[in-house]
C-alpha cells in the first residue's frame, strides 16, 4: 500500500494453451475490459498492461484507490404539486418517493428545473471498499470474454477459449476471493509446462510476478519474447553468414507459441530446392512454423525454428526438426514431380468436379466465364494483352486440382505459373494465373503485368456479381465468401494502378458474362454490386484521409477510383488555407440558394445587370478549361481555375438580387447560378467540407 492509499491489482488467468492466433486478442481484450470494470466503479487504475502466453492471459494495473471516493446522490422525485397538497404536506406520491429513496420525507427539498418545482431527495454514498467490488468485476470480466471458437469441459455450463487450470488474483498482497468456471481465485501461478517446477508458485504482489515466473522458465512480457528471438536470430544469421527471411507475421505467431523461446538451426537436403521456393517457405512457415533463409537472393538449405524449451542438448531438437521438415519437403518434392507430368490444361476436366458455388456451376463454369471476361477487361485496359488474358482466364483455377495445391492450399497461383511455364505456356499467361490473385490482403502488393490486372480484376467481379446473385451479401458480423476483400482489391487496383475503367461497365461486364444463368432482375444485382464497392472505396479512402472530404468528392461521382482518390488528394492540401474558404464559400452560396429550384434554360439577352453578364462570361471561359482538365486529371489545375469564379460570383450577390420580384429574372437568374452550381459539382460537393 503506497502512502496515498493506493494498490496494483494483479490478475491471471492460467488455462490450457490458448491457440496463438487468439492470444493477442485475448490480451487486449482482457485488459481493455478491466479498465473499463474499474472505472465504472469509481476505481480507475492509473496504468494498466495486458501480458499473455499461451498458458496464461494476465493484467496488471497499478496505482487503484483502496476505497471509492465519498459522493452525495441526488435523486429527483415528482413534480412540487404532485409531491405537496395546497397546505404544503407530503401526498402519498411525495412519501412513496422518500421512502424508496431511503430517506426522511423531512430530508427532501424543491429544485427548480426549467421553471417547474420538483422534489429532490439528497443523500450520502459512502465509497466501498475495493477489495470487497474487485471480485465480481473479475468473474464479470472473464464472462464477457469473446473467442472465435470456445470450448466447455468437465461438468461446467461456462464456455472459455481453452480449460481454466488456476486463477492469480492479488490487490496488494490480498487475495481478490472469486470463483469462476469451478476455479476459485488465489495467491499462486504455475510455471512452464516442462521446464518448471510443476509446482503452484505463491506470488506475494505484483512486482514479484515476472521475475518468480522467469524462474519458473516463462517470459511472461510478449516485448521481452520478441527480443530475445530477435536476438537469437541475429546471432545466428551472423554465424551461418546468410540472411534470414523476416516475416513478421510468422515472428507474431512463434512469440504466441512459446513461453521460453530458444532459436536453432537446422539444415535439409539441397536437392529439394529444385522446388519453387514458395514451395519451400510454405512448407516451413504454414506446417511446421520455421524461417527461412537465403544467400545472394537465393532461398538456401537452411531454416530456424524457434523451440519453446531449452534442451540439454539443443542438437537434437534440430535433428528432431530436420527429420520432420525432411518428410514434409518430400511429400511436396513427390507431388511436385507427380504433378509436372500432366499439362496444366489437363487438369481443367478436373474442376468440374469442384463446385465454385451451389447455383454458380463448378470451377471449370468458372474458368470459362473467366475465358471471355478477362479478355474483354484487357480490351478496355491493354488490348495487347488480350491473348494472353484469354488463355490466362482458361487456366487460372487449373492448379486447382493439382496434388501440390491439395497439400499447400496457400500455394495456389504460384503452382499455376509454375506449372504453366513447365507446359511451355507463355510467361506472360504464367504470369497472370499468378497475379490474379493479387492482392491476398490489405497491403499486399497488386498484379504488375496487364493480362494479371485483367484476371484480377475479372475474378473477383465475378465472384461479388454471382454471390449477390444468389442472396451471399456480407452482413456487418459475416462475411465467408469475403466479398469485403474482393471490393477492396477491385478498388486498390483501379486506383493505384491509374486506371480510368468505370465500375459500373466492369460489374454490368460480369453480370452480362453469366448469360441466362443471370437474367432475373440483373439491373438490381448490379446497382446492389455497385453500391457494395462503393462503400468499400469510401472505407478504404477515409482511413488516411478527411471523411468529409471523401464524402463531398464521392457525391460527385465514384465510378472512377483514381478520379476520387486523386480529388481528395488535391483538395486536401488546401484545408485550412483561405484559399480553401474561397473555393467552399462561393459554392455555398450559388447551391443553398439553388437547391430547391427546377432547372431552367438561361437566357443572356435577359440580363439587366453589368456583373450578370461579367459572372456568365467568365463561367463560360473557365467552364471550357475545367472541362479539359477534367478530361486530362489535372485535379489540382481544376481547383486553381473554379477559385478565379470567385470574384465574379461575390460581385453577383453583392449587385444583384437573386429572388427579385420579377418571375422571369429571377427565374433567369437561378437558371445561371444552376449551371455555375454543375460545375462545380463535376468535382465535389463542397457544401459538405466545413469552411
Given at each position: 500500500?503506497?502512502?496515498?492509499n493506493?494498490?496494483?491489482?494483479?490478475?491471471?488467468?492460467?488455462?490450457?494453451?490458448?491457440?496463438?492466433?487468439?492470444?493477442?486478442?485475448?490480451?487486449?481484450?482482457?485488459?481493455?475490459?478491466?479498465?473499463?470494470?474499474?472505472?465504472?466503479?469509481?476505481?480507475?487504475?492509473?496504468?494498466?498492461?495486458?501480458?499473455?502466453?499461451p498458458?496464461?492471459?494476465?493484467?496488471v494495473?497499478?496505482?487503484?484507490?483502496?476505497?471509492?471516493?465519498?459522493?452525495?446522490?441526488?435523486?429527483?422525485?415528482?413534480?412540487?404539486?404532485?409531491?405537496?397538497?395546497q397546505?404544503g404536506?407530503?401526498?402519498?406520491?411525495?412519501?412513496?418517493?422518500?421512502?424508496?429513496?431511503?430517506?426522511?420525507?423531512?430530508?427532501?427539498?424543491?429544485?427548480?428545473?426549467?421553471?417547474?418545482?420538483?422534489?429532490?431527495?439528497?443523500?450520502?454514498?459512502k465509497?466501498?471498499?475495493?477489495?470487497?467490488?474487485?471480485?465480481?468485476?473479475?468473474?464479470?470480466?472473464?464472462?464477457?470474454?469473446?473467442?472465435?471458437?470456445?470450448?466447455?469441459?468437465?461438468?461446467?455450463?461456462?464456455?472459455?477459449?481453452?480449460?481454466?487450470?488456476?486463477l492469480?488474483?492479488?490487490?496488494?498482497?490480498?487475495?481478490?476471493?472469486?470463483e469462476?468456471?469451478?476455479?476459485t481465485?488465489?495467491?499462486?501461478?504455475?510455471?512452464?509446462?516442462?521446464?518448471?517446477?510443476?509446482?503452484?508458485?505463491?506470488?506475494?504482489?505484483?512486482?514479484?510476478?515476472?521475475?518468480?515466473?522467469?524462474g519458473e522458465?516463462?517470459?511472461?512480457?510478449?516485448?521481452?519474447?520478441?527480443?530475445?528471438?530477435?536476438?537469437?536470430?541475429?546471432?545466428?544469421?551472423?554465424?551461418?553468414?546468410?540472411?534470414l527471411?523476416?516475416?513478421p507475421?510468422?515472428?507474431?505467431?512463434?512469440?504466441?507459441?512459446?513461453?521460453?523461446?530458444?532459436?536453432?538451426?537446422?539444415?535439409?537436403?539441397?536437392?529439394f530446392?529444385?522446388?519453387?521456393?514458395?514451395?519451400?517457405?510454405?512448407?516451413?512457415?504454414?506446417?511446421?512454423?520455421?524461417?527461412?533463409?537465403?544467400?545472394?537472393?537465393?532461398?538456401?538449405?537452411?531454416?530456424?525454428?524457434?523451440?519453446?524449451?531449452?534442451?540439454?542438448?539443443?542438437?537434437?531438437?534440430?535433428?528432431?526438426?530436420?527429420?520432420?521438415?525432411?518428410?514434409?519437403?518430400?511429400?511436396a518434392?513427390f507431388?511436385?514431380r507427380?504433378d509436372?507430368?500432366?499439362?496444366?490444361e489437363?487438369?481443367?476436366?478436373?474442376?468440374?468436379?469442384?463446385?465454385?458455388?451451389?447455383?454458380?456451376?463448378?470451377?471449370?463454369?468458372?474458368?470459362?466465364?473467366?475465358?471471355?471476361?478477362?479478355?474483354?477487361?484487357?480490351?478496355?485496359?491493354?488490348?495487347?494483352?488480350?491473348?494472353?488474358?484469354?488463355?490466362?482466364?482458361?487456366?487460372?483455377?487449373?492448379?486447382?486440382?493439382?496434388?501440390?495445391?491439395?497439400?499447400?492450399?496457400?500455394?495456389?497461383?504460384?503452382m499455376?505459373r509454375?506449372?504453366?511455364?513447365?507446359?511451355?505456356?507463355?510467361?506472360?499467361?504464367?504470369?497472370?494465373i499468378?497475379?490474379?490473385?493479387?492482392?491476398r490482403?490489405?497491403?499486399?502488393?497488386?498484379?504488375?503485368?496487364?493480362?494479371?490486372?485483367?484476371?484480377?480484376l475479372?475474378?473477383?467481379?465475378?465472384?461479388?456479381v454471382?454471390?449477390?446473385?444468389l442472396?451471399?451479401?456480407?452482413?456487418?458480423?459475416?462475411?465467408?465468401?469475403?466479398?469485403?476483400?474482393?471490393?477492396?482489391?477491385?478498388?486498390?487496383?483501379?486506383?493505384?494502378?491509374e486506371?480510368?475503367?468505370?465500375?459500373?461497365?466492369?460489374?454490368?461486364?460480369?453480370?452480362?458474362?453469366?448469360?441466362p444463368?443471370?437474367c432475373?432482375?440483373?439491373?438490381?444485382?448490379v446497382?446492389?454490386?455497385?453500391?457494395?464497392?462503393?462503400?468499400?472505396?469510401r472505407?478504404?479512402?477515409?482511413?488516411?484521409?478527411?471523411?468529409?472530404?471523401?464524402?463531398?468528392?464521392?457525391?460527385?461521382?465514384?465510378?472512377?477510383?483514381?478520379?476520387?482518390?486523386?480529388?481528395?488528394?488535391?483538395?486536401?492540401?488546401?484545408?485550412?488555407?483561405?484559399?480553401?474558404?474561397?473555393?467552399?464559400?462561393?459554392?455555398?452560396?450559388?447551391?443553398?440558394?439553388?437547391?430547391?429550384?427546377?432547372?431552367?434554360?438561361?437566357?443572356?439577352?435577359?440580363?439587366?445587370?453589368?456583373?450578370?453578364?461579367?459572372?456568365?462570361?467568365?463561367?463560360l471561359e473557365?467552364?471550357?478549361?475545367?472541362?479539359?482538365?477534367?478530361?486530362?486529371?489535372?485535379?489540382?489545375?481544376?481547383?486553381?481555375?473554379?477559385?478565379?469564379?470567385?470574384?465574379?460570383?461575390?460581385?453577383?450577390?453583392?449587385?444583384?438580387?437573386?429572388?427579385?420580384?420579377?418571375?422571369?429574372?429571377?427565374?433567369?437568374?437561378?437558371a445561371?447560378?444552376?449551371?455555375?452550381?454543375?460545375?462545380?459539382?463535376?468535382?465535389?460537393?463542397?457544401t459538405?467540407?466545413?469552411?
Open positions: 500500500m503506497t502512502a496515498d493506493k494498490r496494483d491489482l494483479l490478475f491471471e488467468v492460467g488455462v490450457e494453451e490458448i491457440p496463438a492466433r487468439m492470444t493477442g486478442k485475448a490480451c487486449a481484450d482482457l485488459t481493455d475490459l478491466v479498465s473499463k470494470g474499474l472505472a465504472n466503479l469509481r476505481i480507475p487504475a492509473a496504468s494498466l498492461r495486458g501480458m499473455a502466453t498458458r496464461r492471459v494476465a493484467v494495473a497499478r496505482g487503484i484507490p483502496e476505497r471509492q471516493d465519498d459522493r452525495v446522490i441526488e435523486k429527483r422525485g415528482p413534480a412540487k404539486k404532485v409531491g405537496l397538497d397546505d404536506k407530503p401526498t402519498k406520491a411525495g412519501l412513496g418517493f422518500a421512502k424508496s429513496q431511503g430517506v426522511e420525507f423531512s430530508a427532501i427539498t424543491i429544485v427548480t428545473i426549467d421553471g417547474v418545482e420538483y422534489l429532490f431527495a439528497r443523500k450520502d454514498q465509497g466501498e471498499a475495493a477489495l470487497s467490488l474487485l471480485p465480481a468485476m473479475l468473474a464479470d470480466c472473464l464472462a464477457q470474454m469473446r473467442f472465435p471458437k470456445t470450448m466447455r469441459w468437465g461438468a461446467q455450463a461456462q464456455a472459455f477459449v481453452r480449460p481454466i487450470h488456476w492469480l488474483a492479488l490487490f496488494g498482497a490480498d487475495v481478490v476471493s472469486f469462476f468456471a469451478g476455479v481465485s488465489g495467491n499462486f501461478t504455475m510455471g512452464h509446462r516442462f521446464m518448471g517446477s510443476g509446482k503452484p508458485v505463491t506470488v506475494p504482489g505484483v512486482d514479484a510476478y515476472a521475475s518468480l515466473l522467469e522458465s516463462v517470459i511472461v512480457s510478449a516485448e521481452e519474447r520478441r527480443r530475445r528471438i530477435e536476438e537469437d536470430s541475429q546471432r545466428i544469421e551472423a554465424g551461418l553468414g546468410l540472411e527471411m523476416r516475416d507475421e510468422l515472428l507474431d505467431t512463434v512469440v504466441n507459441l512459446t513461453e521460453f523461446p530458444v532459436a536453432a538451426s537446422g539444415t535439409f537436403d539441397a536437392r530446392l529444385q522446388m519453387p521456393a514458395e514451395v519451400l517457405v510454405t512448407s516451413m512457415k504454414h506446417h511446421l512454423k520455421f524461417f527461412a533463409f537465403r544467400k545472394d537472393g537465393a532461398l538456401a538449405n537452411r531454416f530456424l525454428v524457434v523451440n519453446n524449451t531449452r534442451a540439454r542438448d539443443m542438437d537434437v531438437v534440430v535433428r528432431g526438426n530436420q527429420k520432420v521438415l525432411a518428410a514434409r519437403l518430400e511429400d518434392f507431388f511436385f507427380e509436372r507430368g500432366t499439362p496444366l489437363g487438369y481443367l476436366p478436373k474442376l468440374k468436379g469442384q463446385t465454385f458455388l451451389a447455383g454458380l456451376g463448378s470451377m471449370k463454369d468458372k474458368c470459362d466465364r473467366l475465358e471471355k471476361l478477362a479478355p474483354a477487361y484487357a480490351a478496355l485496359l491493354h488490348p495487347e494483352t488480350v491473348p494472353a488474358a484469354k488463355r490466362a482466364g482458361a487456366l487460372c483455377k487449373a492448379d486447382l486440382a493439382t496434388q501440390m495445391v491439395g497439400e499447400f492450399p496457400e500455394l495456389q497461383g504460384v499455376g509454375e506449372y504453366a511455364l513447365a507446359s511451355g505456356e507463355p510467361k506472360d499467361v504464367a504470369c497472370a499468378h497475379e490474379h490473385y493479387l492482392p490482403f490489405a497491403l499486399d502488393s497488386l498484379p504488375l503485368s496487364g493480362a494479371g490486372v485483367a484476371l484480377a475479372a475474378d473477383r467481379m465475378d465472384t461479388m454471382g454471390c449477390f446473385h442472396g451471399l451479401v456480407p452482413t456487418p458480423t459475416k462475411d465467408p465468401y469475403a466479398l469485403r476483400r474482393a471490393a477492396l482489391a477491385c478498388v486498390r487496383i483501379l486506383a493505384e494502378r486506371l480510368t475503367i468505370p465500375l459500373s461497365k466492369l460489374v454490368q461486364e460480369a453480370a452480362d458474362n453469366f448469360g444463368l443471370l432475373n432482375g440483373k439491373d438490381k444485382k446497382a446492389d454490386v455497385l453500391e457494395f464497392i462503393h462503400g468499400r472505396l472505407h478504404w479512402l477515409v482511413s488516411d484521409h478527411a471523411t468529409e472530404v471523401v464524402d463531398a468528392v464521392l457525391a460527385s461521382g465514384a465510378d472512377f477510383p483514381f478520379d476520387v482518390r486523386e480529388k481528395v488528394r488535391a483538395i486536401e492540401p488546401l484545408r485550412g488555407r483561405k484559399d480553401y474558404e474561397d473555393l467552399i464559400l462561393p459554392f455555398k452560396r450559388v447551391i443553398n440558394i439553388t437547391r430547391t429550384e427546377e432547372p431552367g434554360s438561361f437566357y443572356l439577352d435577359l440580363t439587366q445587370h453589368e456583373a450578370e453578364r461579367a459572372l456568365w462570361e467568365s463561367f473557365v467552364r471550357e478549361k475545367v472541362l479539359s482538365l477534367l478530361a486530362a486529371r489535372r485535379f489540382p489545375e481544376v481547383l486553381a481555375l473554379l477559385l478565379e469564379l470567385k470574384p465574379p460570383v461575390d460581385r453577383y450577390f453583392d449587385d444583384v438580387l437573386v429572388m427579385c420580384d420579377d418571375p422571369a429574372q429571377r427565374a433567369n437568374h437561378l445561371m447560378l444552376k449551371e455555375i452550381g454543375k460545375l462545380f459539382l463535376l468535382f465535389a460537393d463542397f459538405r467540407i466545413l469552411a
